[in-house]
């Protein structure tokens, strides 16, 4: 077999593997947003908690992203992704014993580390390909966002069925058989094999940090606070929303937050593509733009908004969401090809807060408001903080530079 058919192979396997072990992380990560709804009744909490609640594993998964990318980097992604699902296996399984909402808080802080497999994904994956091919890989390797739907399709069943208690354990189970799997199934990446024949020092740790100091990283982050943290918001508090504005059961309320997932996750490996064919920018242009027209109608009053209507308006904001997310990491590995781990982990560190941080803004603006549609409000203005940001660093730069720059 020749070496192009090798490097080939190692390429889909490790592109194939990251995104079904992703895949599998990422329905552990969400899976508060079907067993919250039956401890919000079982401890019963006011929606400000309950909004806590769902957003603390989103909150672990994103502070531990730039640690874990690091890691990546410097010890490789095949170790660091295995003792990354075993731990959030088993912090997933301690759910079972926690009693009170305090421990299922601190439970929920080791479902966490579920999340910050993506950190570890794309820095491995995108070791394997060429800068041309890298947002492709990058943007199939994040269908694995997909998981978010493999839960609200499934758990709602096996909870109505079983009990919450047998989603958390079933859940925890996958994942630790998915580490074993992907322990002895993949190959250490061409860099890390690369610098152990050359017994090549580490860079110190500190100098891993380096380029957090370009201002452009921190634009990423914000293009991916809105792109991918407004997403993880949503598919954690879509069941809940569909319960108290439409009157949906838990089962019927979870397949529509998956299908809703489904779009958002899928679609982001064509978001990928076409970020190598017409740019990151003009996808970012077009997320941002759309996006604030779908969450201004969203935001208006609950009642305007039939069910039917609701459901399309969502599909259409999940795909834009879905290129958004792609386009943000087309740049990474371009401009920053030897700190994909870092850089990478702080984007995909403050986008995982927006996941943390925009449930407990839509429990708050419910309690202080009583409007629903007030989630949508909070989201429209991002959408337009973000884009305006964009577009003045781009006039900047273009004035600067000339328009071919990055924005």
């Not at 998915?178 to 094999?193: C, G, K, R, S």
């Not at 918001?233 to 069941?239: F, H, K, R, S, V």
């Not at 504005?245 to 997932?261: H, N, Q, R, T």
Request: charged letters at 10%.
């Amino acid at each position: 077999m020749s070496r192009l058919d090798d490097q080939t192979r190692s390429q889909y396997r490790a592109l194939g593997l990251s995104t079904v072990a992703f895949t599998v992380c990422f329905a552990v990560w969400t899976i508060f947003s079907i067993i919250g709804v039956a401890l919000k009744d079982q401890l019963g909490l006011s929606e400000t908690q309950f909004g806590l609640l769902i957003g603390t594993p989103v909150l672990t998964g994103s502070l531990v992203r730039i640690v874990l990318g690091i890691w990546t980097d410097r010890y490789g992604g095949r170790l660091v992704y295995t003792l990354t699902m075993l731990a959030a296996a088993v912090a997933t399984s301690l759910l079972v014993f926690a009693q009170t909402y305090e421990q299922f808080l601190v439970a929920a802080l080791g479902v966490g580390f579920a999340g910050g497999s993506f950190a570890v994904g794309v820095a491995y994956v995108s070791r394997f390909y060429p800068q041309s091919k890298q947002g492709t890989a990058l943007g199939i390797f994040g269908v694995g966002n997909v998981g978010a739907a493999v839960t609200k399709f499934v758990a709602p069943f096996v909870m109505v069925a079983f009990g919450w208690q047998a989603v958390a354990l079933g859940w925890a189970g996958a994942l630790a058989v998915m580490a074993v799997v992907f322990w002895f199934t993949t190959e250490d990446d061409p860099v890390l094999i690369k610098r152990r024949k050359e017994g090549a020092p580490q860079r110190s740790f500190l100098a891993e940090f380096a380029p957090l100091r370009d201002v452009r990283v921190w634009r990423f982050g914000l293009y991916y606070f809105f792109s991918f943290g407004a997403f993880v918001a949503l598919t954690l508090w879509l069941p809940r929303y569909l319960i108290g504005v439409y009157g949906f059961d838990i089962k019927m309320a979870g397949m529509i937050a998956a299908a809703y997932s489904i779009p958002a996750s899928l679609f982001r490996a064509y978001g990928g593509t076409l970020s190598d064919k017409v740019g990151a920018r003009l996808i970012m242009y077009w997320t941002f733009g759309v996006s604030a027209v779908v969450t201004l109608l969203l935001s208006l009053p609950a009642g305007l908004i039939t069910p039917l209507l609701f459901i399309a308006l969502v599909f259409v904001l999940g795909f834009f969401m879905s290129l958004g997310k792609a386009a943000v990491y087309k740049h990474i590995p371009t401009y920053y090809p030897d700190n994909v781990g870092a850089v990478g982990g702080l984007v995909g560190m403050i986008g995982g807060i927006g996941g943390f941080i925009l449930p407990l803004l839509f429990g708050w603006l419910k309690d202080a408001t009583g409007m629903w549609s007030s989630c949508f409000l909070a989201l429209f203005v991002l959408v337009l903080v973000s884009l305006g940001l964009m577009h003045l660093a781009v006039r900047r730069m273009a004035t600067r530079q000339g328009a071919s720059q990055p924005a």
